[in-house]
């Protein structure tokens, strides 16, 4: 067994797919893994909430939570659920494109969105074109969270359909959250790393951290 942490793919409705950038991760990292929800289609809140704790007590190891959409809706709520005991098992979340359950009918499950701060380090990513939530919005989402926010541009629901490939922006930020930094935000209870060589983050990724 290893320290070094599992990254968990959490996908939202749908499931993530040929094209997803989920997907391109799983093929081309081995660190990364897939969670198989269920019900993809007509999400159950429970059922999904359970198949995410199965998966984090499976990998025997930390892990880091790499959620797209109303997966990390369900990230949030399982947080909720376990509150600090989730920081001894999860080491850092990517949250990226949650969205605005006033937009779709079928996030009613998963309404209203927990607002109580994580209990390990994240960072919620969002585009200024996002058709499922507005830019002001997922910084709200974010400061409640008490994550760091990261924009990238016009990228629209940051899924298949916006052809991100591998994502490598994306995985620089996932790296963050692996290494601890440089600039993520550090909680008091949160476990150190493994030290290795840290990965240089482009100047044009901007992340902003929330004041405390």
Same mark, same amino acid.
């Given at each position: 067994m290893t320290d070094w942490p599992l990254c968990l793919m959490v996908?939202?409705?749908g499931? @993530?797919?040929r094209g997803h950038w989920q997907t391109a991760w799983e093929r081309d990292r081995p660190d990364c893994v897939h969670v198989d929800l269920g019900c993809w289609e007509a999400p159950i809140r429970n059922v999904w909430l359970s198949r995410i704790d199965q998966a984090v007590a499976a990998a025997g190891r930390p892990v +880091?939570? #790499?959620a797209h /959409?109303?997966?990390?809706? %369900?990230v949030a709520w399982w947080a909720a659920l376990l509150g600090k005991a989730a920081s001894r098992r999860v080491c850092g979340a990517l !949250? +990226? #494109? &949650? &969205?605005? &359950? %006033? +937009?779709? $009918?079928?996030? /009613?499950? $998963?309404? &209203?969105v927990p607002t109580a701060m994580l209990p390990f380090p994240s960072i919620v990513v969002a585009s200024r074109d996002d058709p499922a939530a /507005? !830019?002001?919005? @997922?910084?709200?989402?974010?400061?409640e969270w008490m994550s760091? $926010? %990261?924009e990238v541009g016009e990228a629209g629901h940051l899924n298949a359909r916006s052809r991100? /490939?591998?994502w490598a922006q994306g995985q620089r930020l996932l790296d963050m959250l692996i290494d601890g930094g440089p600039g993520l935000s550090r909680y008091p209870y949160r476990r150190e790393q493994p030290s290795r060589p840290a990965r240089p983050v482009r100047p044009s990724l901007r992340v902003v951290t929330p004041a405390r």
């Open positions: 996908p939202g409705i499931n @993530s797919g +880091v939570l #790499a /959409g109303l997966g990390c809706h %369900a !949250l +990226v #494109a &949650p &969205p605005d &359950p %006033a +937009v779709d $009918f079928r996030l /009613g499950d $998963f309404a &209203p /507005g !830019l002001g919005w @997922s910084r709200e989402l974010a400061g760091d $926010f %990261a991100l /490939g591998d």
